[in-house]
């Protein structure tokens, strides 16, 4: 933990005076004055002596903790306190130049400490009177130096907490020149190194901003447009940049870097979002127009426009990638909901001309723009479409994403707005006289078309067909969510179904061949059972939450688990191919049946209260592969079980602690290993044995090792041992049989269920993708 994150968040325990704990009445008037006596005495000359500081310093703690204690529980100490002016001495010491650093921390803590403490509003008033806090905020000190700018800050958030409208009297003063020293030097640790300061800093300007005064908004409006709100936005740029050169830099071994800067650029912009939500307007007009000038238009959509560029020497300078542009523009529609910032760039984005005082500030190439009355031809537009058509998969889903977040975002882009984007269809021509947008060409289509954007998504549909399950399902959410949008009509709806059935559909046949080549093989095609249930579990899974998903930085790196395309590799030559077929399967037919769902129930993709929308929510369908009796047969752990000779075969668990007797159960459709007790037993482990593998150990044929495979990781069932504790998905047992009769009867049996179970099973799942390419999906409840 850093100095200023221990400072922040709970200060320094040895210097915390006890009175602030538990303030005990031992203090007196007298000892009040004999204090004031010593301090007034100081020059700093006195500070070169040797000791001098460190007596300042326990007369400047014994008069806080005096004045502390007497402002709750005797006035006479602090009207002392004001009479003889000690809160102006204190800032004079402050600012001496010779006082050494221990005494600045020891006046700062102090100052900070009394403006925390203080109750009566007198004591307020008078601490903030007479221009001192001014003089104090004005006051230059080394903040090079950790300790004691988080001294400082600290000393500023606390004044901060004392700004209301009867207070900013004193920290504003308008003559003879208008002044905010606490506002203005707060703004200049605007991007310090430190999260705790500029978290500080920003709490200082949100807390002044929430002030209706209007002398001081319009001193703040002016500094604003003049320096703070261009810094801001210049800080943003140059965090867009460094994680643009984190993401290329960047690999899914080594994310630390990607992470730190998307954290950075994160931070800020939550905190631009905190000031529109004030709901200022003068203020929302000055922070837009310095955030798309200054960050938004000329590197957003910059990077995104050098999708269609040919590279030139020094463009990859000025530009950033066009997946961390789509990235960022997406994280940009999450964050904000202020009409007056979202408007111009997703004008920028998606309108076919865009308003000629835009086009100045948009960065169209030499040439490609035409004048059309007061609107200019937009050749973003086309920059932005060709991402839906791109072959580059991660390009493609964040230009889905974009489309998505402009969908939902409706506090920003109206239903007008959004068809004149061509993201809905337009409404009658009556209705779209009513636009607030004359003038400009209309990229929406008519109202039984659907719109060319929502065409490309469900084009993708049949296309990205190798996705690993993440994307896929974030993929899966966003068509949902897109074709059932509010103001989206039902026919659009209705494409999207019949689109959906018609892809599963070919999904399931492409799964049948590849299904009967496999099962054509030399083992029938044992191993589509792994392939087919892990697909099945991952499948069922909550869909992604679409904000956080975006935010995240593995949706920039290329390869391995971040990337979309799945590049498992593949014991067998056509198991990847299969496994990706299975899964476009799974996840076209879920998606098939939460739409019919969604249609049959009347209800809006993102209609809910609270928490997520109850089709995003795991699905419960059983396993088609499952065998009509076995959930019922399974015994449970910790159950007795009757032994016999014939049903289970005697044998020992081999464990670090000793050989254990157990008895090894002939069940058909389970491993079951129990603890006997004459003719009862008490069952002690119990695994699907179509997931269990059995090999006779070569260095002792009556011990058996047996490995137990699941789908998801889990803790170990029973008494076996996890492989990669204390979560795997693989275990292990080692059993030892009394001859090597008995253990190769064990091993037998045991494969010889395993076969027979997993042939049943790829019978079931050739059924069932037969039912998929034959019938239409079920509606899916929920």
């Not at 320096?227 to 210049?234: D, K, P, R, T, V």
């Not at 127009?289 to 269609?308: E, F, T």
């Not at 492989?723 to 090597?740: E, G, I, R, W």
């Amino acid at each position: 933990m850093s100095f200023f994150a221990n400072l922040f968040n709970l200060g320094p325990a040895e210097t915390t005076p006890p009175a602030l704990a538990a303030p005990q009445p031992t203090y007196n008037f007298e000892r009040l004055q004999l204090l004031y006596e010593r301090l007034s005495r100081f020059r700093e000359s006195d500070l070169e002596k040797a000791g001098e500081g460190d007596a300042l310093i326990e007369t400047v703690r014994q008069i806080t903790e005096a004045l502390i204690w007497g402002e709750q529980n005797n006035s006479q100490f602090f009207d002392f306190f004001c009479e003889k002016s000690i809160f102006s001495d204190l800032v004079r010491v402050l600012g001496l130049r010779r006082a050494p650093k221990k005494v600045k921390l020891q006046l700062l803590q102090t100052l900070s400490m009394l403006i925390q403490n203080i109750r009566r509003q007198t004591s307020v008033y008078y601490i903030l009177s007479n221009n001192h806090v001014n003089r104090l905020m004005s006051t230059q000190m080394d903040f090079e130096d950790d300790e004691i700018l988080a001294y400082y800050i600290t000393l500023m958030k606390s004044l901060a907490m004392r700004l209301d409208t009867e207070t900013i009297k004193f920290f504003f003063i308008q003559h003879p020149e208008p002044t905010f020293p606490l506002y203005i030097e707060a703004t200049k640790f605007y991007s310090h190194r430190d999260h705790m300061v500029r978290a500080t800093v920003r709490t200082i300007t949100l807390q002044v901003y929430r002030i209706d005064d209007q002398p001081m908004r319009r001193f703040v409006l002016r500094h604003a447009a003049q320096s703070y709100f261009s810094e801001l936005a210049g800080h943003l740029r140059e965090l867009w940049r460094r994680l643009d050169a984190a993401a290329a830099a960047a690999d899914e071994d080594d994310m630390s870097g990607v992470q730190r800067e998307n954290e950075l650029q994160q931070d800020l912009q939550i905190y631009l979002s905190d000031v529109f939500e004030l709901g200022i307007a003068e203020l929302n007009e000055v922070l837009a127009d310095r955030l798309l000038n200054g960050a938004l238009l000329p590197v957003l959509l910059a990077g995104l426009a050098s999708v269609s560029r040919t590279p030139t020497a020094g463009a990859k300078a000025a530009t950033i990638a066009p997946q961390v542009a789509l990235f960022l523009i997406r994280q940009v529609l999450d964050t904000f909901h202020s009409p007056v910032l979202l408007e111009p760039l997703a004008q920028a984005l998606l309108w076919p001309t865009v308003p000629a005082a835009l086009a100045f500030a948009l960065p169209f190439p030499e040439g490609s723009s035409s004048v059309q009355a007061d609107f200019v031809a937009n050749p973003l537009r086309d920059c932005f479409l060709s991402t839906l058509q791109s072959k580059e998969d991660r390009n493609f889903l964040l230009a889905a994403g974009i489309v998505h977040g402009c969908l939902t975002n409706r506090r920003a882009l109206s239903q007008t707005f959004l068809e004149t984007a061509g993201l809905l269809p337009s409404r009658q021509p009556s209705e779209t006289k009513k636009s607030g947008y004359p003038g400009k060409a209309q990229a929406s289509t008519r109202p039984e078309e659907t719109p060319q954007t929502v065409t490309f998504i469900l084009e993708a549909m049949g296309q990205r067909t190798s996705w690993q399950i993440e994307p896929y399902k974030a993929f899966v959410r966003i068509l949902i969510e897109v074709v059932s949008a509010a103001n989206m009509p039902a026919a659009v709806h209705a494409v999207a179904s019949r689109s959906t059935s018609l892809t599963s559909k070919e999904a399931a046949k492409r799964v049948h061949e590849l299904v009967r080549e496999a099962t054509a093989g030399e083992d029938g095609g044992m191993w589509l059972v792994d392939t087919f249930c892990e697909e099945w579990e991952q499948h069922k899974a909550a869909l992604p939450h679409l904000p956080e998903f975006f935010a995240d930085p593995r949706r920039l790196i290329v390869g391995g688990r971040a990337s979309l395309s799945s590049r498992r590799p593949s014991q067998r030559g056509s198991g990847g191919e299969i496994q990706k077929a299975v899964r476009h399967l799974l996840l076209t037919r879920r998606q098939e049946r939460l739409l019919r769902g969604l249609a049959n129930s009347n209800t809006s993709a993102g209609s809910h209260i609270g928490g997520e929308p109850e089709w995003t929510k795991r699905s419960e369908e059983t396993l088609p592969l499952q065998l009509p009796d076995e959930a019922s047969s399974r015994p449970r752990e910790g159950n007795p079980i009757a032994v016999t000779a014939d049903q289970g075969i005697a044998c020992e668990l081999c464990k670090t602690e000793g050989r254990q007797p157990r008895h090894l159960m002939l069940d058909s459709s389970w491993l079951v290993l129990a603890r006997s007790s004459s003719s009862t037993a008490e069952v002690t482990t119990v695994w699907p044995i179509w997931q269990v593998q059995s090999l006779v150990d070569r260095s002792d044929p009556r011990t058996l090792q047996i490995g137990l495979n699941a789908h998801k990781p889990g803790m170990p069932p029973g008494e076996a041992v996890a492989y990669n504790p204390p979560v795997s998905s693989y275990f292990t047992l080692t059993l030892s049989f009394q001859d090597v009769g008995k253990c190769n009867d064990a091993a037998v049996h045991l494969q010889a269920r395993r076969r027979a179970v997993r042939s049943q099973m790829v019978q079931k799942a050739s059924t069932f993708v037969e039912a998929c390419s034959a019938v239409q999906g079920t509606a899916h409840s929920f």
